[in-house]
């Protein structure tokens, strides 16, 4: 079962950026999509970014432009760059692995609040 770990949450100002790092406890060369996701307080859980082990990637709308997704199969990692922050980004950013017709792993989360 993997583990994943996430890291680097923070309080920042509106247009600021941050960078979130997610770190597995085993080898993600055979998953085949590390998945970021974020919750906002009384909101459902949404996907922001996903990225497939051969590196092509998707956005949601609301973050196109300004986040990047990327992973690094030797080192088991998968970050997001977010940048030009706004306070609607606020959350809880949960990292996830997903592999076809299997229930998806899940870190533990890392809080992004955005002051205005």
């Known amino acids: 079962q993997v583990q994943l770990e996430e890291s680097g949450g923070g309080l920042v100002q509106a247009g600021g950026s941050l960078k979130l790092t997610c770190v597995a406890s085993?080898?993600?060369?055979?998953?085949?999509?590390m998945r970021w996701f974020r919750q906002g307080a009384g909101e459902q859980r949404e996907l922001v970014a996903s990225?497939?082990?051969?590196?092509?990637?998707n956005y949601a709308d609301s973050v196109k432009g300004r986040f990047t997704i990327s992973r690094d199969n030797a080192k088991n990692t998968v970050h997001l760059q977010m940048s030009s922050l706004k306070p609607e980004d606020t959350g809880v950013y949960y990292c996830?692995?997903?592999?076809?017709?299997?229930?998806?792993?899940w870190g533990q989360g890392t809080q992004v609040t955005v002051s205005s």
């Open positions: 996830a692995a997903y592999r076809p017709g299997m229930p998806y792993y």
């Open positions: 085993e080898s993600i060369f055979s998953i085949s999509s």
């Open positions: 990225v497939r082990t051969g590196g092509a990637t």
